[in-house]
């Protein structure tokens, strides 16, 4: 990636060579949101902490990396996000800091909204939408998809609202609806020409092996708990140095 070339170009002449800036785009998780908590009687807020994010996660393990280079860091992730809404926010949010790199991650809000195939198809035309405005803009881009959602309503779990969610978030993922929104980003990815950090089947992987990801989730619905968070950052560090 010319990201890469960028990197050692400023860790060899930090006087010489410009800044490395890198974006990211996407929900709660890409934000850092981890734990639920009540601010109502049927509403709850999250533990935000931004970095502990994957995001700044990988940052960290770049930075170590490469310790002459200067990486900018912007965040572009909100909580309850969408690629839609994603689409409309880049201008604003992303492109005016002309990223050298943006990682856009999408899927878990826009499968909650229904299993409509327009609902599908309106999630890979904004993500097609973001590919083609990054690539305009001079950022290459990587598709990183999210982690599993839960696959059962955790004991843990106490207030009725957030059963509530859990519980329909565990009805989404046993119809693979998260699945095939992710099928359809991926066709888009390729069409465009973007790298596919394909996260998800590493989390697919781990519950066919046996693993519990439902406590994997700090929230026990669908935001990863701190250390799998580096899963994501581990990922996307592979996919960065992949020839």
Request: aromatic share 8%.
């Amino acid at each position: 990636m010319q990201f890469l070339e960028k990197l050692r170009q400023k860790n060899d002449d930090m006087y010489g060579a410009a800044p490395v800036t890198l974006a990211f785009l996407g929900d709660s998780v890409t934000n850092g949101c981890f734990e639920l908590y009540l601010v109502g009687e049927n509403a709850f807020d999250a533990v935000f902490e931004r970095h502990n994010s994957y995001a700044s996660r990988l940052v960290r393990m770049l930075n170590y990396l490469y310790p002459r280079a200067q990486i900018n860091l912007v965040n572009a992730g909100i909580s309850g996000d969408n690629a839609s809404n994603g689409a409309r926010r880049l201008s604003r949010d992303v492109l005016p800091y002309r990223p050298d790199l943006t990682v856009v991650c999408y899927g878990l809000n826009d499968c909650m909204a229904g299993p409509e195939p327009e609902r599908r198809e309106a999630y890979a035309s904004a993500l097609r939408e973001i590919f083609t405005a990054l690539k305009e803009n001079g950022s290459e881009a990587i598709y990183l998809t999210p982690n599993s959602m839960c696959g059962y309503v955790d004991a843990q779990i106490r207030s009725e609202a957030e059963r509530q969610a859990a519980a329909a978030t565990c009805a989404v993922t046993k119809e693979g609806r998260l699945e095939a929104f992710l099928q359809a980003g991926k066709a888009v990815a390729a069409d465009c020409g973007v790298k596919v950090c394909d996260c998800h089947a590493r989390w697919q992987k781990l519950r066919a092996a046996g693993v519990d990801t439902t406590a994997l989730l700090s929230n026990r619905i669908n935001h990863p708990t701190r250390e799998m968070h580096d899963l994501f950052a581990v990922s996307l560090l592979e996919t960065i140095f992949e020839e």
